[in-house]
């Protein structure tokens, strides 16, 4: 008896001995884990803990590190578009402005005269940066690639703003040009006049000009590439553009009714509007 009153002596003080280490290690715990338990909480849990053990159990802090190691939430996706400008209404069979630029590519000046021997004109107002022009870059090129050989004049012009927009500067046209291999004279509208004289608001926009002998170049479309947009998942083809060009060679009439044509709105020099 007096063997036995002794082992539960010693157990009892073992016992004491090592609560309040485990109670501290509890409240570190909690505590390390900043604001996952309040410190009266852990004080709570750590003594129902206690109040269950024995000799044959060690203390589970299993909850706590589950805790603390949960993985943190999965950041917010945030998906961000384009915003879209449609093309503004030009009345079809006015002249094509004059218009004097260079390239930023070679250091050519070029004017609407230039252009003077071709009995179609393209005039395609682009940027760098734009995702519905970078949407359709490579079919823009092939299509006048195509229809140049079959006597068709095309030039683009990039009239943003370098102080909006540093990467549609001239160095950037240049190498831009270079990249896609434009065939035809990518030009920099400095002082968006040209932008304003054609009624251009927005990136791609494409004016198609036809000329009979010497008469000026009067416009017979001003609408879309195609269907197609960066987020519709309708493959480019430029069939709107291609029919009207066909058309105009062909010195057939073009259909007045043209869908208008949709991308970036052209970045105006800060405090003017276009």
């Known amino acids: 008896t007096l063997l036995w009153l002794r082992e539960e002596e010693e157990l009892k003080k073992h016992r004491e001995s090592i609560v309040p280490m485990a109670v501290s290690t509890a409240i570190t715990v ?3 884990a900043s604001s996952l338990l309040p410190l ?7 003594s129902r803990r206690f109040s269950s053990f024995s000799s044959k159990k060690i203390l589970d802090l299993s909850y706590l590190r589950r805790r603390v190691n949960a993985p943190s939430p999965s950041p917010r996706r945030v998906v961000v578009r384009a915003a879209r400008t449609e093309s503004r209404e030009v009345k079809l069979r006015d002249r094509a402005p004059n218009f004097e630029l260079t390239e930023p590519l070679t250091g050519n000046l070029w004017k609407l005269d230039d252009f003077e021997l071709y009995p179609c004109l393209l005039v395609m107002f682009i940027c760098n940066h ?3 022009v ?3 870059k490579k079919d823009i090129v092939k299509l006048s690639n195509f229809y140049m050989k079959k006597g068709l004049a095309v030039v ?12 549609d500067g001239p160095e950037f046209m240049a190498e831009d040009a270079k990249k896609f291999k434009y ?3 990518y030009l920099y509208d400095e002082s968006q006049e040209v932008a304003r004289e054609f009624g251009a ?3 791609p926009e ?13 416009l017979v479309y001003h609408g879309q590439f195609d269907d197609s947009r960066p987020s519709n998942n309708i493959p480019v083809n430029g069939r709107d553009l291609s029919l009207a060009i066909d058309l105009a060679l062909s010195c057939q009439p073009i259909p007045s009714n043209q869908k208008p044509s949709v991308g970036c709105s052209i970045k105006w020099h800060p405090g003017t509007k276009s």
Do not use: M, W
Not at 206 to 218: Q, V
């Open 30 to 32: 909690a505590y390390g």
């Open 183 to 185: 065939p035809f004279p």
């Open 40 to 46: 009266p909480s852990a004080f709570a849990i750590a």
């Open 156 to 167: 683009a012009i990039s009239s943003n703003s370098v102080v909006t927009h540093p990467q």
């Open 134 to 136: 970078i949407h359709l």
């Open 130 to 132: 734009c995702p519905f």
């Open 206 to 218: 494409f004016f198609l000009y036809k000329k009979d002998g010497r008469r000026p170049y009067e």
């Open 201 to 203: 608001v927005c990136t």
